[in-house]
């Protein structure tokens, strides 16, 4: 098992910038990739950006591809979301997940952070 514990959701003013992390434990040498989803209130959750855990290659969503950056910190078992340019739409309960090959599903999931960005 891998367990993942987000943090540094908050409110910020649009244009602002947040960085989250998410913490990982546990079997963390199983795990192939880590991504960050969002939703927001009534909405489906919609995956914003990946990284390999290894390769360290990363994959994003168009709606943040140029602002968000994902990255991690393999010694500190972390990966971030250094989120800029922030927008009201980017409102909403940021996770991150793991998952363990490249079809797979994201097997693991952390409790969420709220991220608010108001106008």
């Known amino acids: 098992q891998v367990q993942l514990v987000e943090s540094g959701g908050g409110l910020v003013q649009a244009g602002g910038s947040l960085r989250l992390s998410c913490a990982a434990s546990?079997?963390?040498?199983?795990?192939?990739?880590v991504g960050w989803f969002r939703q927001a209130p009534g909405k489906e959750r919609e995956f914003l950006a990946s990284?390999?855990?290894?390769?360290?290659?990363?994959d994003y969503a168009d709606s943040v591809k140029g602002r968000f950056t994902i990255s991690r910190d393999n010694a500190k078992s972390t990966v971030y979301l250094q989120m800029d340019s922030l927008k009201p739409e980017d409102t909403g309960v940021y996770s991150c997940?793991?998952?363990?090959?490249?079809?797979?599903?994201?097997?693991?999931w952390g409790q969420g952070t709220q991220v608010t960005v108001s106008s």
């Open positions: 546990g079997r963390t040498s199983v795990t192939y990739a």
């Open positions: 990284v390999r855990w290894y390769t360290g290659i990363t």
């Open positions: 997940a793991a998952k363990r090959t490249i079809s797979g599903a994201f097997d693991f």
